[in-house]
């Protein structure tokens, strides 16, 4: 540790400039806060920009949400951009986002945060000690070892994401392979890769994994592409009827049993797709237990065997010293030859900067879970930190989430309005970790899941922001009936945009969705003629 460090004083430090940080960073601006962004890389956007030997994007990856649900609420995408906009489309339009309000004026680029510190004053009460160092353009070599910045804040955002440390299984034999075996971190292209022609295998059945199997075996001609999966997948189109399928999410939707709702959409998925099962897919969950896997033409190269799903690795094996690749078998008894196995195995929160007290008051590493109220904030530290995109949404996009959390951060940190007591918060944390179990597939992966519309609602009501039928009337069907976007988060509250009403009539409105509300309203019609013909 340097023996002078430089030291400085701000209102807020935010941790991170990819989508969350900046929504933090421009929300806390709007409001008036003395804010620093610390960023190790020298870029913005986070895993949306491309890097070649770093974290972040394949070359080729369009974002599985359509962008009316995965937008900054007061920043819509050009008209022009697709459905599901390409990650070059999601880099400039963060880029955009980010000048549009001088976002980058207040960003320390290539500055890694070594340790983070809680101190108390007495006059001041709880503060925050963010040492830090700067690196090198890789953004993990410091630079000079001996040399520490230390910023003294008030409060302090997390937005490094839960995407920070990939988890690399083991599998028996794995240290006898002879070809390669990467992360789907250090996964670009086939090509950059340098795997065309080549025996693929894919551990893992998420997005991920289908987008590095298609592009295997469309893109790079390989001899043979599997994907190994140990629970199966039910596989979404990108479009069900004409739209792009997250727009079927609505607040509707949620008055119905999810049980219910699964078995819908269950149907409608076999109706286009046909049975998971004739895929070998093999699902051991209900679609609304997990988060599904979006794949425009997976069931296609399936279909013309271009890619084969098989069961969960059950060891790799070198037979001969002459064989190039390994053997792998997997538990349902088949065995195939590789020469590189793509780990699409996810990720586990990882946040090494925190001080082991800390990380014991908010971490259970074991099962990749936060002991956080509403995945925000911690009931033994209150407001002063806040852990911006520390979810995982059901459906729909994070940005949305991670938007809303730093607003009521502001909100929270302005003193408009507080957080309940401790006792209260932990009871919550408890009973969201009861529904959490109860709803989704067990498995670490689901330990941060939240529907993103009933999530929003809920946190957005402890500021004003949540949007009420009677206060929108000229768009309370789309409320009900309708995905509307992130822009309806925007219709009141404190920081309303004046721009989105119109921004939500924009949003289209599902067919199934709208002849269902149609019928409700004829068949509420109905029943009240029907009680008025006995009182007259």
């Given at each position: 540790?340097?023996?002078?460090?430089?030291?400085?004083?701000?209102?807020?430090?935010?941790?991170?400039?990819?989508?969350?940080?900046?929504?933090?960073?421009?929300?806390?601006?709007?409001?008036?806060?003395?804010?620093?962004?610390?960023?190790?890389?020298?870029d913005i956007g986070g895993l949306w920009t491309y890097r070649e030997n770093d974290y972040g994007v394949m070359r080729f990856t369009h974002i599985n949400v359509s962008k009316h649900n995965y937008c900054f609420s007061d920043?819509?995408?050009?008209?022009?951009?697709?459905?599901?906009?390409?990650?070059?489309?999601?880099?400039?339009?963060?880029?955009?986002?980010?000048?549009?309000?001088?976002?980058?004026?207040?960003?320390?680029?290539?500055?890694?945060?070594?340790?983070?510190?809680?101190?108390?004053?007495?006059?001041?009460?709880?503060?925050?000690?963010?040492?830090?160092?700067?690196?090198?353009?890789?953004?993990?070599?410091?630079?000079?070892?001996?040399?520490?910045?230390?910023?003294?804040?008030?409060?302090?955002?997390?937005?490094?994401?839960?995407?920070?440390?990939?988890?690399?299984?083991?599998?028996?034999?794995?240290?006898?392979?002879?070809?390669?075996?990467?992360?789907?971190?250090?996964?670009?292209?086939?090509?950059?890769?340098?795997?065309?022609?080549?025996?693929?295998?894919?551990?893992?059945?998420?997005?991920?994994?289908?987008?590095?199997?298609?592009?295997?075996?469309?893109?790079?001609?390989?001899?043979?592409?599997?994907?190994?999966?140990?629970?199966?997948?039910?596989?979404?189109?990108?479009?069900?009827?004409?739209?792009?399928?997250?727009?079927?999410?609505?607040?509707?939707?949620?008055?119905?049993?999810?049980?219910?709702?699964?078995?819908?959409?269950?149907?409608?998925?076999?109706?286009?797709?046909?049975?998971?099962?004739?895929?070998?897919?093999?699902?051991?969950?209900?679609?609304?237990?997990?988060?599904?896997?979006?794949?425009?033409?997976?069931?296609?190269?399936?279909?013309?065997?271009?890619?084969?799903?098989?069961?969960?690795?059950?060891?790799?094996?070198?037979?001969?010293?002459?064989?190039?690749?390994?053997?792998?078998?997997?538990?349902?008894?088949?065995?195939?030859?590789?020469?590189?196995?793509?780990?699409?195995?996810?990720?586990?929160?990882?946040?090494?900067?925190?001080?082991?007290?800390?990380?014991?008051?908010?971490?259970?590493?074991?099962?990749?879970?936060?002991?956080?109220?509403?995945?925000?904030?911690?009931?033994?530290?209150?407001?002063?930190?806040?852990?911006?995109?520390?979810?995982?949404?059901?459906?729909?996009?994070?940005?949305?989430?991670?938007?809303?959390?730093?607003?009521?951060?502001?909100?929270?940190?302005?003193?408009?309005?507080?957080?309940?007591?401790?006792?209260?918060?932990?009871?919550?944390?408890?009973?969201?970790?009861?529904?959490?179990?109860?709803?989704?597939?067990?498995?670490?992966?689901?330990?941060?899941?939240?529907?993103?519309?009933?999530?929003?609602?809920?946190?957005?009501?402890?500021?004003?922001?949540?949007?009420?039928?009677?206060?929108?009337?000229?768009?309370?069907?789309?409320?009900?009936?309708?995905?509307?976007?992130?822009?309806?988060?925007?219709?009141?509250?404190?920081?309303?945009?004046?721009?989105?009403?119109?921004?939500?009539?924009?949003?289209?409105?599902?067919?199934?969705?709208?002849?269902?509300?149609?019928?409700?309203?004829?068949?509420?019609?109905?029943?009240?003629?029907?009680?008025?013909?006995?009182?007259?």
């Amino acid at each position: 540790m340097s023996s002078n460090p430089r030291e400085s004083t701000v209102d807020v430090v935010v941790i991170g400039a990819g989508i969350s940080g900046l929504a933090a960073a421009k929300c806390l601006l709007d409001d008036g806060f003395k804010v620093t962004v610390l960023e190790r890389s020298g870029d913005i956007g986070g895993l949306w920009t491309y890097r070649e030997n770093d974290y972040g994007v394949m070359r080729f990856t369009h974002i599985n949400v359509s962008k009316h649900n995965y937008c900054f609420s007061d920043f819509p995408f050009p008209d022009d951009v697709p459905d599901y906009p390409h990650n070059k489309d999601m880099a400039k339009y963060i880029k955009d986002y980010a000048a549009h309000f001088k976002l980058q004026e207040h960003i320390k680029f290539f500055t890694k945060v070594k340790r983070l510190e809680k101190t108390e004053s007495s006059e001041k009460g709880t503060l925050w000690k963010v040492h830090c160092q700067r690196v090198e353009d890789d953004g993990k070599n410091v630079k000079s070892p001996e040399e520490e910045e230390i910023i003294t804040a008030r409060y302090v955002a997390i937005a490094t994401g839960h995407h920070a440390s990939p988890v690399d299984p083991k599998f028996r034999g794995e240290e006898t392979f002879k070809g390669e075996i990467i992360h789907s971190v250090k996964y670009k292209d086939v090509i950059f890769n340098g795997m065309e022609g080549k025996r693929v295998l894919i551990i893992g059945i998420g997005n991920s994994a289908v987008d590095v199997a298609v592009n295997c075996a469309s893109q790079g001609r390989c001899e043979s592409v599997y994907i190994s999966t140990r629970s199966g997948a039910w596989v979404v189109p990108n479009y069900l009827f004409g739209l792009p399928t997250d727009l079927y999410a609505c607040r509707a939707f949620f008055y119905i049993p999810w049980k219910v709702g699964s078995a819908i959409f269950e149907n409608i998925v076999k109706l286009i797709s046909g049975p998971p099962k004739r895929w070998n897919l093999n699902p051991k969950m209900r679609l609304l237990q997990t988060q599904p896997t979006v794949s425009p033409c997976l069931i296609h190269h399936i279909q013309r065997h271009d890619i084969r799903v098989v069961s969960n690795v059950q060891e790799i094996r070198t037979n001969s010293p002459s064989i190039d690749g390994s053997k792998v078998t997997f538990v349902d008894g088949q065995s195939a030859d590789f020469d590189v196995i793509v780990k699409c195995t996810g990720y586990k929160i990882d946040l090494p900067f925190l001080s082991e007290d800390l990380k014991r008051t908010i971490l259970d590493e074991d099962s990749n879970s936060i002991r956080l109220y509403k995945n925000v904030f911690n009931p033994e530290i209150g407001h002063s930190l806040a852990f911006i995109g520390f979810a995982q949404p059901a459906s729909g996009g994070l940005l949305s989430m991670s938007e809303i959390q730093a607003r009521w951060f502001t909100e929270l940190a302005r003193g408009r309005c507080s957080l309940p007591t401790p006792l209260t918060m932990k009871e919550d944390i408890r009973e969201d970790e009861e529904k959490v179990r109860s709803r989704y597939y067990h498995s670490n992966r689901h330990t941060i899941q939240k529907d993103p519309i009933l999530y929003n609602d809920d946190i957005t009501s402890m500021f004003g922001a949540k949007p009420e039928l009677l206060k929108n009337p000229t768009v309370a069907w789309r409320l009900l009936f309708g995905s509307c976007g992130t822009y309806q988060w925007r219709l009141q509250g404190p920081n309303a945009w004046s721009g989105a009403k119109e921004a939500v009539l924009k949003v289209p409105v599902t067919g199934m969705w709208h002849y269902t509300g149609v019928a409700l309203v004829v068949l509420v019609g109905l029943w009240l003629l029907y009680i008025l013909s006995f009182l007259f």
